[in-house]
Structures are given as C-alpha cells and as structure tokens.
C-alpha cells in the first residue's frame, strides 16, 4: 500500500465497549501482544479506554520507520510521565532539543576507552561478592544480581564500594520502582495529595536526591579529577554552546544511570542463570569456554572479546527474555507508516519479546540455542528483528557497558559456580514490570565447581 493511498482501518480483535483491550492487556501483556501479531499480522488495533486508539506495530521495516526513518513524528509515551518527578529531564524521560543535547554531552562517558576502565571494576565487584557464596547454600538469585549490578553502576558512576553504594541508594531505588511500577500501571492520585504511595514515593525521591547532590556538590570543591562517569559527565562541554550540565541536569543523567542501569542488567543476568539451569548442554559448553580462557586465573578486561560463546549466551538470554520487552510511542502528528495512517494522540507498541520470538527470524524460538548467533547471525536479520537495546536516536546509550557487566559477571560466576534452581521452586514466569523480570524472584543453588583448586586472589575493592 502506497503513502498515497493509506487507512486507518487495521484490524484488530473487539473489545469491551468501556475499557477496551486494557484487561487481557494488562492480565498477560506477553500472551496478549503474541497472539494480536500472529493473529492480525504486521498492524494490530486495540483501544485503552473507549476512545485510545493503541497499534502494534510486528514488522521490522515499519518498527524501523517509528524509531528511525520517521521519528520525529512520535515522542516517548505519557506512561513515563509517572518516572519524571525522580528522573526529571534525564535522557529516559527528556524530548527533542533538550534529548540530544544531555546525549551529546553523556556519549563520551560511554566511549569504549571508558567501558574498558569500567570492566575491571566490574570484575573485582563481582569476584568480591561471589567470594562470600558458600558450598550448596540457597541464595536468591535475582537480588543477589540486583545487589551486584547496583555495586558496579555505584562504583563505576561514583568510585564508591559495593556496601556504600547499596547502604545508601539500595533501599530508596527499592522503594521507587516499586512505587513506579503502580503509577505506571494503574490511575494514580498528584503526588501532592497525601496518599501512603506518594508518601513512600515523595521520601524515596528526597533521599534520593540528597545522596547525589552532595556528591555533586562535593565534586565541585575537589581539585582531584575522576574517571569515574561522574568525573566525566562534570568535565562534558557542549560543542555548540560550550556550557556544561547544571546541577540539576547532573543529577538527572545520573538517576537516569543509575536506575536503568542497574535494573535491567540485574535482570538479563538472572534470566541467564535461570536458562542455564535448565540447559546442562549450554552450560558446559559455557564451561569449557570459560575454562580454555580463563582457567585458573583471574579474569581480565581482555578476556572479553575471547569469551565469543559468553557473549552469545548473554545475546541469546536477551532474545528470550529481554529486559525491555516494549517500546511505547506517541503519535505527534498525524503520520503514515506502511500505507496506515496514525492520528496524533494514537499509542504506538513496539515489542521486543514479540519480534525475538518470530519463528520466520529465529528458528524454534522458544528454545534457548547461544549457537544460533555464531556466524555473525545478527547481520542477517533485518534491522529490528533483534533490538534488546531499542534503536535510532534514542538507542540505549549503555549498550556496550551493559553487555560487557554482563559478560564478566557472568563469566566471574561460572568460573566458580554451578548453580541450579531449588527442587520444589514454583513456575518461574516472565513479569512484565518496568521491565521483564522473574515473578517471585529466583531461588537457587549454589555449588563450587573447584577446577584444579582455584581460589580467586584478594581483591582491592
């Protein structure tokens, strides 16, 4: 269908003539948008409501006009609206002229030279936490992922160790996302009205903020240069204006990091332990990569582009389960996209979960298969076939950061570990939360696999 000769009249199943779709929508968000593309094909309609007119879009050529060819016509959705009073104007969150200037000035912190710093980082945080595990103990996986991402973004943003970073972010960002989630999901009262959520949401944000102001403000009467992002983001000129990020633009960028940050590693990294538990052919291979690489050293920065079957393990966990299952757009103005018209006001959908599980790019696509990206595989799909990290201008920044953490988190624990999800676990399911985590969490065991007797040396965190 040509541009010249578009509609807006997709199909789509019938909905409730009050609410919609917004139920089978919300009750099992990954099933819904599964079955609304192999059943209404690349354009599917629903409606939020009686009158929000919402598509998924399930084509790789049309999801590449929204975020790339076209997408100036959309702006990210209202629901990040609810994110704005802690993340403010950070890159998540931020439109138009005001996006690409924080991402001009936040790009240099992520030059791969960065990355490579922050990999050793992520390593010693790591191997000192894992130290601890002990023989057979059941530890629950998905926090302990959650601590160990949050010890890596605090010291590689801040230069602070593990126990600080998590003594004195842990329980606020907590209790943020938590409250988050809520107002994302569900109508929610101003946050000036006295409710218990927005209490909780109110003081979580404070104490929030009074930790990264005073690291602004301490930095600023330092004479010492740090290669820390804060160090970076501090020293960031704007090539067309010359100025540097105030203060509260600072602390935007750097709530922005340290919650998208953490979060969404956390989660590839417990999915992954998760599938390898349930795949003892993937994990020995994983082994014996590991094993020829690293043996009975320590791990290295180095070791990274050498761990090519780690790599696609991460690349493979992220394809089943991306931590960022969902891209949400707002129609701007009135737009054609592939013949159909879309009017301003109208939500876009963009699924992650739903393009990786498309069995005309990934063959038996529920089968967890690292193999199937040997070969430089990513270069024959077509683009956003495959797009964990999203794309176009708004791309995640920390790509490379996120996947070298982990890379190196991962390859630090199967150095030392086998770990194998408890007998009497319940159902692991996918939770479709700010992003797609394991409902209930993750109990696991955990078992020495003593290769040749090794014992990581003592680390300087």
Known sequence: MSDTNFSNDSPGPKGKLITGHSKEFISDTLGFLTRLAKEYGDVAKIRFGPFHNVYLISNSDLIKQVLVTKQKSFLKSKDFSALKPVLGEGLLTS??????????????????????????DMIDITMDYISTWKNRE??????????????????TMFSMNLKEGYGMLGEPIEAFMRIAVKRMRTLQMPLWVPTKNNREYNIAKQRLDKVIYSFIEKRRTEAERHEDMLGILMDARDDEDGLAMTDKQLRDELMTIFLAGHETTANVLSWTLYLLSQHPDVETKLFNEIDSVIGN???????????????NVIYESMRIYPPAYIIQREVAEDVVIGGYLFKKGDMILLSQYVMHHKPEYFDNPDSFKPERFENNFMKTL???????????????????????????????IAQRYRIRLVPDHHEVKPLPSITLRPKRGLRMVVEDRNIGGFQPEAFEI
């Open 95 to 120: 439109e138009k002229e005001i996006h690409m200037r924080q991402r001009r000035l936040i790009q240099p912190s992520f030059k791969k030279s960065h990355i490579s710093n922050y990999g050793q």
């Open 138 to 155: 059941e530890r629950i996986i998905t926090e302990d992922m959650m601590s160990l991402a949050l010890g890596i973004i605090s010291k």
């Open 297 to 311: 050293r320590n791990l290295t920065t180095g070791d990274f582009m050498k761990l090519t079957f780690t790599q």
């Open 382 to 412: 077509p683009p956003f076939a495959y797009f964990p990290f999203g794309g176009g201008p708004r791309v995640c920044i920390g790509n490379h950061f996120a996947l070298m953490e982990a890379v190196l988190v991962l390859a630090c």
